[in-house]
């Protein structure tokens, strides 16, 4: 962050010194964890439903707090910020912190305002913020657009998908005087929430990657969620640059939608920036000719997925606009590291047991997009497959069917083995017996631990494990439990532990 005294930071925030120095300045990071704290921070006391920041403050202080950003008054210097009135923000709060009170709201609603104030004075210099949402792979392609611009000048962006309105303005506050680049991963839960955040830190790029299924419950529609997913390029300046992928109709159509110049990225011919003669090789690693209006060079992507060469176009987008040629943009394409933990996480074994971690989060466009992974890893090596698959949330009255149509796609994929795990997913293995002339090769089970023995009692050396499901139903523990060394009946056959 910007270098600010309290009484600027209180002035901004419209918040009152308690106990402090109005000419004491923050120096260090801002931060709602004390184990994360450095001298000159600013400790954000967030309320929760099991603990409350606000009793922590001394301690922030004692691990070089200057002072605390708080609801209320606390033991220890602070910034005390005015209630918010009833509402929505009340209610987005309590499903982010769990108060009941308002105080998460008050909070929340002040990190916001020092984040944009701090975004705007960064971006009268030569700040530039890239914004991206989409349905799925928002993560991974804020991962890689990172990675590009790194060679460009200092970049931030968040880690993993710290993407509401807590993540994004604890991101935003990262910046400082010597940032070039701030990439920011827009989430959705609702109509307005896009722009909420494109306020508090005003984009000059947005990127939007695709409209899915995903919290189709709450929006009812994909056309709701376009919807909303179109607030981004709304809100972007007219000096701004809208990257839309072409291949997605719902997408293209944003072209309208924005005063900003429009970039169209993906396979359709129309794209000015596509991938062309895609290829997947053994382990469902992508190669292409990326074309763009400045030239041609090829790639090779080295993350698992055929999905993540759109990933990589939106990204190649934004590096061309802030100033990257197309061969160092696939140079870096072709040498990128996969930065964010549970997403197309491939770790093998000591006995030669592949597990695909992809187990943060899954919706339909996801699960199929990680299934035709599983599919290629196997296809040619005649390794054994096994989809060990869960529930995908938020699907409102397509849940059955979406849930249906996976299970009869990983028949058609020719996976050997499905375990779908618990009662919830129960219409994936269903769907995969109506599909084909499956009996065992199916297993719908209880819960993670039922899955965890029966893989335990049934992988032999060689398979292929692909474990998914929307990041509430836990299955990060399957992937872990298989990468956990393990004591059998032959002592020299134990798993590597492994990055899980």
């Known amino acids: 962050m910007i270098v600010l005294s309290l009484a600027e930071i209180a002035d901004v925030v419209g918040g009152r010194l308690h106990r402090a120095e109005p000419g004491a300045q923050v120096t260090g990071t801002v931060e709602f964890d004390t184990r994360k704290l ?11 439903e099991k603990v409350d920041g606000h009793d922590f403050a001394a301690q922030a202080v004692e691990a070089g707090a200057v002072a605390v950003l708080a609801a209320r008054e606390v033991d220890a210097p602070a910034i005390v910020v005015p209630p918010l009135a009833a509402g929505e923000a009340h209610e987005r709060s309590v499903a982010l912190t769990g108060d009941k009170d308002g105080s998460g709201a008050a909070v929340l609603g002040a990190l916001a305002k020092l984040a944009r104030y701090v975004v705007q004075r960064l971006s009268e210099g030569t700040l530039t913020v890239v914004g991206v949402t989409g349905s799925s792979g928002k993560t991974s392609t804020k991962d890689v657009i990172a990675q590009l611009l790194e060679p460009l ?81 709304e809100a972007l ?76 176009l939106s990204a190649a987008a934004v590096a061309l606009e802030l100033g990257s040629t197309t061969e160092e943009i696939a140079a870096r394409l072709s040498s990128l ?48 497959s096994w989809a060990v698959l869960g529930v995908m949330g938020e699907l409102g009255a397509d849940a059955v069917t979406a849930h249906d149509e996976i299970g009869r796609l990983v028949v058609r994929l020719n996976i050997a083995k499905l375990v779908v795990i618990g009662p919830e997913a129960a219409a994936m293995h269903q769907g995969a017996f109506q599909e084909g002339s499956w009996g065992e090769e199916s297993t719908l089970v209880p819960d993670v631990e039922a899955a965890i023995a029966l893989l335990h009692d049934q992988l032999r050396p060689g398979d292929v494990v692909l474990v998914k499901a929307s990041k509430a139903a836990g299955l990060w523990r399957v992937a872990e439990a298989l990468l956990e060394p393990r004591e059998t009946d032959n002592s020299e056959n134990r798993s590597n532990g492994g990055d899980a």
């Open 38 to 48: 450095t001298p000159g921070g600013l400790f954000v006391a967030l309320p929760g």
């Open 153 to 233: 000048g200092p970049t931030v962006a968040p880690p993993g998908s710290f993407n509401n309105e807590l993540g994004h303005p604890w991101t935003a506050l990262r910046a400082d005087a010597e940032t070039r680049h701030l990439v920011l991963e827009l989430s959705a839960r609702g109509p307005g929430h896009i722009a909420h955040l494109a306020e508090i830190a005003p984009p000059k790029i947005g990127v939007v990657l695709n409209v899915g299924s995903a919290h189709v419950g709450e929006f009812g529609s994909r056309e709701g969620i376009a919807k909303t997913k179109g607030e981004l390029v």
């Open 237 to 312: 300046p007219e000096d701004g640059v809208a990257i839309l992928n072409a291949d997605d109709p719902l997408v293209s159509a944003m072209a309208s939608r924005t005063k900003a110049r429009v970039v169209f990225v993906g396979e359709s011919p129309s794209a000015q920036v596509r991938a062309e003669n895609i290829t997947v090789d053994d382990e469902a690693r992508a190669s292409f000719r990326l074309v763009t209006p400045a030239g041609e060079a090829d790639v090779k992507l080295p993350l698992h997925g055929e999905h993540h060469v759109g990933n990589a």
């Open 337 to 384: 590291e996969r930065r964010s933990a549970r997403r197309m996480e491939v770790v093998t074994r000591e006995d030669g047991v592949t597990i695909l971690n992809d187990s943060f989060n899954a919706n339909p466009e996801s699960m199929r997009a990680g299934l035709k992974a599983l599919a290629a890893m196997t296809r040619e090596s005649g390794r054994r």
